[in-house]
């Protein structure tokens, strides 16, 4: 109450941030109109924001820094809160503006009033030509939503005690605005009241603790109740440390928006690999299908010599679709080799030859497709790897970045993932590896490629020891050993980190190869994360973080 409002902010279409100077303390009002997640309470965390305001936040910007709160209010426990707001124009003159937050789901809007209580603009425009059951527009007259239930505050304890019907949580619900189910039934249970069966002293008990919440509401007589299932409600058992509502809602909201977030992140980028995956993987089953076409090449080959070392005894004016000819490559045993009978012996023979030679340079040629097809399977099962195991923004974006700089991707599809990413922020200049202490040395885990190779080509020297899971999918580790000797028991539990780091976690007896970093090669040109190792050792542990 009276603090002055100095900013304003809109990180996205849903949300509204309003910077209040009160008490010699700066406060952050957050207002989120989201169907799955509408609510209103001071945050503490920050949100970036866009290069462009949206005119919402400049219109309130005009209207509303500068002001002071003067009063805020929540008509008859409807999920509307109304703050009445003061301050000076241009000119000097007092003037008065209401700032209306509804949270009624889909419904859920902010609207600014001015002091004739009409509207001057809003997040979302409603008419009702469009379905609406009011006109929320500009210069329209401000209307509280139709509501058939009524205000418990007003009803006397005759009037409830005789008008209460049937099931007393069906009713309340029912009957009067801002009641749930959950804490209707959660007050009955805690005084011993049946929903069904109750007297009339039952209700009169019941009426006057009702009475006592409400109007106790914001006063260290109430607090939250925590119940089954992550759910809470009002109660007067106050415990001895309450749960501090506000910033519990701001840290489960901001915890919950960073998860949906990261899960969105992770799928828009698994997607995009996955197609990438579909693809690759297509083109290596046509090339294997070709590789096996061309298995048969050296019959062409053993077709056309036979026929031109035995031209001198076949009969070239004999039309025949087949010919039988002793095969010197196998004990003379006769062959019956096909030939189109349309064209000339001699001409079968070149025909054969010529057969020969094009599956031959298809061989050498799609071989080479083959190994190229291998390397970006195997590197896009290893982005895969990735991001199943990445939990944070700054991970997944660097993998993107890998991603952006990797010819296998398409622009139109990096740009798609790009537009749908959720606070984005500047990928770290400096990489960030897990590093764990083992007996006092340092031992570093790649999270991703961009790290893989940083832990091998930058951060390791020739007497480091390097780590990697046997043919299995995983980190680059690296054992910092600084010219000290290495004891085997270090190893040993080096190895079994970098199997936890692995594909392998969950199994045992895990191969784990190491070796001096001095035998660990990248080839030029090849991938991100690949390498080629030798003079290596192998250990097998069962896995342990």
Partial sequence: MGGKINKVYQPNGNEIILGIYANGKHYALLCHISSSAYRLHLTTHTKPNPLHAPNFCMLLRKHLVGFRIKSISSPSLERIVMMELEGYNELNDLLTKTLVIELMGKHSNVILLNESQKIIDSIRHLDVSSGSLRDIMPAREYVLP????????????????NGVEGNLVTYMVHSFTGFSNTFVSSLLTSMGISAIHYTKEDLASFYDTTSFLLAHLGTNKVGI??????DYTISSFVHEEPLQTNFFLDDWYYKKEQQESIAMYRNNLLKLVLTALKKISKKLANINQKLKECESMEQYRIYGELITSHLYCIDATKNQASITLPNYYNENKDINIPLDNTISISYNAKKFFKKYHKLKNTVEIVSLQKIEAEQEVDYLESIVYELENTNSIAELDEIYQ??????????????????NKVNKRNVHK???????TIDGFSFYVGKNNKQNDYITTKLGKNEDYWFHTKDIRGSHCLLKCNGHSVKDSTLLACSQIAAFHSK??????????YCFIKHVKKPSGSKPGMVIYTNNKTLYVTPKN
């Fill in 146 to 161: 139709l509501s058939e239930k009524r205000d418990f505050s007003l009803l006397k304890k005759e009037d409830f005690i």
């Fill in 430 to 436: 400096e990489y960030e590896p897990i590093v764990y």
């Fill in 402 to 419: 890998e991603i952006s700089e990797n010819g296998l991707f398409k622009g139109k599809e990096k740009a798609q993932i790009k537009k």
């Fill in 504 to 513: 392998a976690k969950l199994s045992s007896n895990v191969p784990v190869d």
């Fill in 225 to 230: 109740l925590p119940l089954e299932e992550r």
